[in-house]
């Protein structure tokens, strides 16, 4: 443990400091960070199962969606992109003007801040969850900085690309070759890939349509959209299959602007014919997972999960409606208290400093984000994420058909269909997604997990989800 520790600190005050210094003097190691910190979003935790992330006051035996203070190669990654792109904003005298969003976000924290401070009790998992929203408006504002231009547009896509052909190769090893029937490649939990790939897919369809972009690459998104379909259906994620059928669908409609030529009217059955050999595919595993999946029994049922998590949460909103029963605190109030108000057998958690006897028996996080944000950070807090949703979308459509058709106007594109398939996949999972505005442009900064934007919402240890 004392050499992790002593990894990190020599990390933060030598590591960072010299490789700030190479971005100023050669951009393409700029660019090289850009795409490791993008690519890194496959791994949060971990680097190619190197443990790579550290954590501080830390209470991995919590079910919440933060159990420390975690600190990881991609916050290094973080900072020297925003150094780096700020040292080279300021040689070639292009002020930096912050993102719209940007008061939005303050606002959330701020709100979370003051909830965490004068109103939550216990407060130290309201803490972990700060400091993870922290770090994502930090990396947020890392990439926003470095963002500048059409060529920075291509390297996101670049990222995009590899990421795609990487996740999808693992989840097809571990599909065919070990055999596990609900894949999650490198992410937590197959509901993770999902909305990791929900995220993806509209980018790498809306570039097919860019006309600036080259044959190659064209077909390398073709490929690519083809291959993410195919994870989805393989993580067998009820909510993110149904997201993605109406994400494709809007995805050629609103790169065709409804002209259905010959060429469209083709690749949309190409698109079809593709999507049902996939299915077909997979039907035992997708008709196992949909059999018994109704409203009836999955929200007014007893044993119906998502329904559970209204009919426990719910009391807790009713007692406190304002300020809510605290950030990241759901776990720790679901289980000591309102669980068994609901009727359902609950193990306590007796201290916030020491495991309980029976662990990973405490209440998990409920599998929507919009219920457990106004559970934590009462109406207050649901309305402030409202807005931050509402300003997004407003952001990715402004101008949506006044563009040529070029890479950044598919990009833009991409982004608020990537945004529409976060608020319907958040409905089963809390999970979330960031506009970056730069120019006239607006792309997606990934977030996979549940929490901050660090490019990741939650860790998911041990949660089920």
């Known amino acids: 443990m004392t050499e992790k520790y002593t990894v990190f600190l020599i990390g933060l005050f030598v590591f960072v400091p010299i490789a700030t210094v190479i971005t100023r003097f050669d951009k393409r190691f700029l660019n090289l960070v850009f795409v490791a910190l993008v690519f890194g979003t496959t791994q949060p935790e971990s680097l190619f199962g190197l443990p790579v992330d550290i954590n501080f006051l830390s209470r991995e035996w919590y079910r919440g969606t933060a159990r420390g203070i975690e600190i990881s190669y991609l916050d290094f990654l973080a900072l020297l992109l925003y150094f780096g792109s700020l040292s080279y904003r300021s040689k070639e005298r292009d002020m930096f003007i912050k993102p719209q969003i940007y008061k939005y976000l303050m606002l959330f924290f701020i709100w979370s801040l003051f909830t965490v401070i004068l109103i939550s009790d216990p407060k130290i998992f309201g803490f972990f969850e700060l400091s993870k929203i922290a770090r994502g408006i930090f990396i947020f504002m890392a990439v926003s900085v470095f963002l500048r231009s059409p060529e920075h547009l291509r390297l996101f896509l670049y990222a995009l690309l590899m990421i795609a052909f990487f996740e999808i190769s693992v989840a097809l090893i571990d599909r065919y070759f070990y055999g596990i029937h609900r894949v999650q490649a490198t992410l937590p939990h197959p509901n993770s890939l999902s909305m990791y790939l929900l995220q993806i897919l509209p980018f790498m369809i809306s570039a097919w349509f860019a006309h600036d972009v080259s044959p190659t690459i064209r077909n390398l998104c073709a490929l690519a959209s083809i291959l993410i379909a195919g994870g989805v259906i393989l993580t067998i994620s009820r909510t993110g299959f149904a997201a993605m059928l109406i994400i494709v669908f809007l995805s050629i409609v609103l790169n065709t602007y409804g002209r259905w030529t010959s060429r469209n009217l083709g690749v949309l059955c190409l698109a079809v014919i593709i999507g049902l050999l996939m299915v077909g595919k997979s039907w035992d595993s997708l008709s196992s997972r949909f059999v018994n999946y109704t409203f009836k029994n999955e929200y007014l049922s007893d044993k119906g999960d998502r329904g559970s998590y209204f009919r426990k949460g719910l009391p807790a909103l009713y007692e406190n409606p304002i300020f809510g029963v605290g950030l990241n605190n759901w776990s720790y109030w679901i289980s000591n ?59 990715a459509s402004i101008g949506m058909f006044s563009g040529r058709g070029e890479l950044s106007d598919r990009i833009r594109i991409g982004a608020l269909l990537s945004l529409i398939g976060v608020l319907m996949q958040s409905v089963g999972q809390k999970e979330m997604a960031d506009v970056i505005e730069f120019g006239d442009w607006q792309i997606w900064e990934l977030r996979f997990g549940e929490g901050g934007i660090r490019l990741e919402i939650d860790s998911g240890k041990g949660d089920g989800r």
């Open 337 to 395: 208290k309102y669980a068994v108000q609901a009727g359902y057998e609950s193990y306590t958690y007796p201290s916030t400093k020491y495991p309980p006897e029976d662990l990973n028996r405490q209440q998990p996080p409920a599998h929507n984000l919009y219920l457990i944000t106004a559970v934590e950070l009462g109406f207050i807090g649901f309305i402030l994420l409202m807005a931050l949703f509402w300003k997004w979308l407003r952001i």
